[in-house]
């Protein structure tokens, strides 16, 4: 039976290997950008920053480069990029790089559109919850890693440093205006990267298929993002010039984009968020790497769900047996352990993050606190202690 579905997604989506050569004919929502990207210079030295200009320049618009995006993006970054903008008298904004760069444009093109500080318009935590009154500038998405979604989504997820605060702004107005997903510009992309963006986009999938409000189109969208993902990004991880491998995982990451989009994250991105706020060096997908198999064990003990784990399983492609439900279920969990395994992420080190003695009971508080939005989501009640249980076993006991 087909069911009700409510789809909206304004970005328009250019895909495949090569596309990037369109930037010199498809017109642009302005006259003159500032392109957004990593403080690593990575993406100069790979030669995308000159190539991204060139391509512009065919069409006579104008680029200021900003160079400054960590891997949690920071506040004063996206105020500091506002100042840049309104100097140099930019009318759009392009990203360049993964879901910090195209995080932290959404996030400028707010804050440039409507005037202050970008924390004024955050909607929880100590955020200012200002509404958004004027349309943001329009943020052109151009992707060099397969993960966050970011470029198909309305969501912009910033950290203020001050606070230890990673909160989420989701407001229609923050669909990027077009993406361009090139798997050719992910070529280069190290093993860690590979991995952690793509264990990423299988969770979106996956999480976006357990929520409450998961509908027909999402689900199709969400089982066929987890298949790519399953069974291809070992392959990128260990062979990553392999380019339909990267553009299996590149259509996973923005089919899982969608997903989010449409029926949002649970609780493991709740869970997430303060981990990589309190330990800035952890990148999101390490943090979820870190609670995957906790997590998930966890709710397969609430039994609500066990019959939609079995199916994500079986779209894997995955060998499900047995008639106990509870274990049928697990059989996703093992399934997601063995991929993190392939990867070479299912052990991650505690001191290459910069995470020592994490205290447990400040990220569960965390989670309740400015990072409960996704908890209307659950199917199912996580309390204090299922949440601090997940971080002791996860962040202490497996250490």
Known sequence: MIRNFNYFIPTRVVF??????????????????????????????????ERIV???KKQNIDVVVFEK?????????????????????????????????????????????????????????????????????????????????????????????????????????????????????????????????????FLHAAEGYISRQSQFITDRFALEAVRLVYQNLGECVNNGKNLEARTSVALASTLAGMVIALA????EHSMEHPISAHFPRVPHGAGLALIFEQYFT????????????????QAMGVKVEGTDEAARAMCFVRAGVEMLRACGIDRISHEAFGIENPDVDQLTEDTFGYSSGNFVRDPYELTRDDVREIFTKSLLEAK
């Open 16 to 49: 495949g290997p090569g596309c990037l050569e369109q930037l010199a004919t498809i017109a642009m929502p302005g006259k003159k950008a500032i392109l957004v990207t990593f403080a690593d210079l990575s993406m100069s030295r790979l030669g995308y920053v």
């Open 54 to 56: 060139g391509l512009l």
């Open 69 to 201: 995006v960590l891997t949690n993006p920071l506040t004063g970054t996206v105020d500091e990029g506002v100042a840049l903008m309104k100097q140099e008298g930019c009318d759009f904004i392009i990203a360049l790089g993964g879901g910090s760069p195209i995080d932290t444009s959404k996030a400028m093109s707010v804050a440039a559109a409507n005037g202050g500080r970008y924390w004024d318009y955050v909607p929880a935590g100590t955020g200012g919850r200002k509404p958004v009154e004027k349309s943001p500038l329009p943020v052109v998405a151009i992707n060099t890693t397969a993960g966050t979604g970011s470029e198909v989504t309305p969501i912009a997820v910033i950290t203020n440093p001050d606070t230890n605060e990673k909160v989420s702004l989701r407001i229609d107005e923050l669909y990027p205006r077009m993406s361009f997903i090139d798997p050719e510009l992910m070529l280069s992309l190290p093993k860690g990267l590979t991995a952690f963006q793509g264990l990423d986009a």
């Open 298 to 313: 966890k709710v397969v003990e609430k039994g609500t769900v066990n019959d939609r784990l079995i199916e994500l399983a």
């Open 264 to 267: 949002g994250c649970i609780t």
